[in-house]
Each structure stands twice: as structure tokens, then as C-alpha cells.
């Protein structure tokens, strides 16, 4: 047998592979140059039509045949082959590595037909002006350039949308991490909801100004969660598909049906609060044996009463209205607790998440005042906002 790995070949090339990031930033950008050179040869050989000697259709047929490249790759080669041949100013700095393969790849997307002429003009100014930029900088300062070429460029195209992108991943320990890019109008209305929706509790309040930021855009979430026109009603349960084993339903922890992913404890028990449950009864061997119908935890009509006596959060301290919030189990609803008017009170989204999370004890004294107890002894108080019924509703019949 013969194997295709023979490790002695990786020793011969130790010296390349066992680097300092220093030495790595230094082979990166040797390989970016020769890359540059590639593509202009590229654009020579295309030029010259060589490439139909034995019988290729296209230049990226020949690359698709001749150097194994799938199509969308050689499409790359060759777009990048045309700019660096059209303009002397970027292939220049393609070379030297004044530019990098990624500038030149934001450099591609002003590349247009209709801006080939301006392009041209501009091309040394514009080289300039991005030498000292990384990739997403560089990626904003080219968007600018095509809207001020569009403005200029008289033609029927459509301008040019301004560009947004979101790019996240969830680390190890379940957070989600990110990174965004959003045009001036983008800025102006996320900036806009940031400070509506940043809340501050005074002199009790022990977040710094980072932590109330992400509180907010924890709020904005949920809200939009809460209140989008996905299906016409004013308050969306989360339709829950989660996987649930009936003997752990005390400490729950279920499986995100559509992810398959765990969903931890205090997260899972806030959403069973208030949702729209899907029952799928499953045989022993788990093959699904039917579906039972949707049912709310909480039927929307006792939801209104017990917003029209809370009048929006009842965590001691929090503003939001009742948009922000969903009913809360006092006495939680995987421990048997009943969905009814004493047993419920409105919590946002953010401090429904936290009772669960830090198992906080919620009880009432005299007249719907909320008393939260702490794991600590700690007790503070929150009084109804809105008009408490004179008398207590009663169930509906069924
Ligand atoms: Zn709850
Ligand atoms: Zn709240």
C-alpha cells in the first residue's frame, strides 16, 4: 500500500510551516504579489487566445479543465485579472503590496461598466485614499465611492443600494458574537432605538454603560419578537418546538427542535411561561404518533386582564410597557403552577429571562404588590400600574 501522505515530504518544508506570526504576516504578503503577477499573466494569456488551441471554448474553460478550477473560482481569477490589466494605478499597487487581495476583491465592486471611464481617472486617488485601510474600512470607502460615481454617472441603472451586513458565531460558551457594518440611514435608526431602548435605574444601577447597551439590544430583540406582523396579531408567542423529557420537566432542559441544539435550564423555563405549545406524542421508540394541536399557555383573554392590572413590567424598578413583556408563572408552570389571574404576572422579556435564571421568588402582598426575593434575602417591591379590576376575574367557562 502506498499512502498519499508521506510525513518526511512536511519535514523538508519545516522551516516554512514552523513560523512567527511575523514571519506568517511576511509569507502572506510575498504570496499576495505573486498572486498579482498570476492574475496579470492571466489577462495575458486570455488576451492572446492561446487558450483555444486545443479546442476551449472560453478562458474559464480552460482554467475549469487546465489548472482543476471550479467555475466560480475561475470567474474569480478572471475578474480580478481584468482590473488589474484595465487599471495600471491598482495593478501597481497589486504588485508592490501596497493594496491587499482583499482591497483589491472591494476595488472589483466599483469595477462597473458605467463607472469605467470615472474609474479610470480617479483610479490613483482612490488607491490612495484606501492604501492605509483594512478590509472593512476599505469595503465602506468603496460603497461611498460607487454611490458618489452613481450621482455622477448619468444612466438609467438603478443607484446603487447602501450596503448592511451582520456576520455572527457563537463561541464555545454559547454567546453570540459579532460584527456589523451599516450604511448612514442604518446608523441613524440603530442609534435612534439604542437610546430609546437603553434603560437606567438611577442610583441602584450597577451595569456600566457597555452591559445597558447590550441590555437594550437584548429589549429591541425581544420586542420585535413580541410585536412583528409575522401572522396579524399584536403579541407573538414563540411557537415553541422543543424536545422535552416528561421525567426532567421539574429542572427542564430541552432541545431546540429547530437547531437541535440544548437549550439551557432558566432559558427553557421562561419560554414555557408563555407560548404556544406543539404536543408530538411519541412512541417508545420515539417515532412521532401524532401531533396534537397548538395550545397557548395562556389564553389570550386572561393575558389582557392581567396586563390591565400590571400595566407592563412588574420587575421592581422597570418601565416597559406591556409590548415588552410576556406572563411570568409565579409559581413556575413546569412545577405544576396553574394558569390563572393570581398566578401570573407580566415580566419583559429581559427580567422573565433573569427570574428564571437566578430562580428569584415572586409573591404578592397586599393588593397586587409584587415582593421579589433574592437568593440573597434581599426583597424589593413593585406596586400594579395600570387599573386593577374591582373584583377578580373569574375563569370562563369552558
Ligand atoms: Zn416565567
Ligand atoms: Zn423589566
Same mark, same amino acid.
Given at each position: 500500500m502506498c499512502s498519499i501522505v508521506d510525513m518526511e515530504v512536511l519535514d523538508r518544508f519545516a522551516d516554512q510551516i514552523l513560523v512567527t506570526p511575523t514571519e506568517l504576516a511576511a509569507c502572506w504578503a510575498e504570496l499576495e504579489q505573486q498572486l498579482a503577477v498570476f492574475a496579470l499573466a492571466v489577462a495575458h494569456v486570455e488576451g492572446g487566445?492561446?487558450?483555444?488551441?486545443?479546442?476551449?471554448?472560453?478562458m474559464r474553460a480552460w482554467m475549469r479543465t487546465?489548472?482543476?478550477?471550479?467555475d466560480i473560482d475561475a470567474g474569480v481569477w478572471l475578474r480580478r485579472a481584468g482590473l488589474l490589466n484595465r487599471y495600471d494605478a491598482f495593478a501597481e499597487c497589486a504588485v508592490t503590496g501596497a493594496l491587499s487581495s482583499s482591497q483589491l476583491r472591494e476595488l472589483e465592486r466599483c469595477d462597473r461598466r458605467k463607472y469605467r471611464r470615472l474609474l479610470g481617472e480617479l483610479q490613483e486617488d482612490l488607491a490612495a485614499d484606501i492604501a492605509d485601510l483594512d478590509a472593512a474600512q476599505t469595503a465602506l470607502a468603496c460603497d461611498l465611492w460607487r454611490q458618489r460615481a452613481g450621482a455622477l454617472v448619468d444612466d438609467d441603472e438603478p443607484a446603487v443600494e447602501p450596503r448592511r451586513t451582520l456576520n455572527t458565531a457563537v463561541a464555545g460558551d454559547g454567546h453570540l458574537l459579532g460584527r456589523f457594518s451599516l450604511d448612514p440611514a442604518g446608523r441613524f435608526e440603530f442609534e435612534t432605538a439604542i437610546d430609546n431602548a437603553v434603560t437606567w435605574h438611577g442610583k441602584q444601577e450597577t451595569r456600566t454603560a457597555e452591559e445597558r447597551r447590550g441590555d437594550a439590544l437584548f429589549d429591541i430583540v425581544a420586542f420585535f419578537n413580541l410585536n412583528h406582523a409575522g401572522n396579524g396579531t399584536p403579541r407573538h408567542h414563540p411557537h415553541l418546538s422543543m424536545s422535552m423529557d416528561i421525567t426532567t420537566l421539574d429542572a427542564p432542559s430541552a432541545v431546540?427542535?429547530?437547531?437541535?441544539e440544548l437549550i439551557d435550564t432558566g432559558c427553557a423555563g421562561t419560554k414555557l411561561c408563555d407560548c404556544i405549545i406543539h404536543t408530538i406524542l411519541r412512541a417508545?421508540? %420515539? @417515532?412521532?404518533l401524532s401531533f396534537g394541536r397548538a395550545t397557548y399557555t395562556v389564553p389570550r383573554h386572561l393575558f389582557k386582564q392581567v396586563a390591565a392590572r400590571?400595566?407592563?413590567?412588574?420587575?421592581?424598578?422597570c418601565s416597559r410597557p406591556v409590548k415588552f413583556t410576556e406572563a411570568h408563572h409565579i409559581h413556575w408552570w413546569e412545577h405544576h %403552577? @396553574?394558569?390563572d389571574y393570581p398566578n401570573l404576572a407580566l415580566l419583559c422579556s429581559r427580567h422573565h429571562h433573569l427570574v428564571h435564571r437566578i430562580d428569584l421568588r415572586l409573591e404578592w402582598i397586599n393588593n397586587w404588590d409584587l415582593q421579589i426575593t433574592w437568593p440573597d434575602g434581599t426583597q424589593r417591591v413593585s406596586q400594579p400600574r395600570g387599573a386593577p379590576p374591582t373584583r377578580r376575574p373569574q375563569p370562563r367557562a369552558a
Open positions: 487566445g492561446a487558450w483555444a488551441d486545443d479546442g476551449s471554448v472560453t487546465h489548472l482543476r478550477m471550479s431546540n427542535d429547530q437547531t437541535g417508545p421508540d %420515539g @417515532t412521532p400590571d400595566g407592563g413590567c412588574r420587575f421592581p424598578g %403552577g @396553574t394558569t
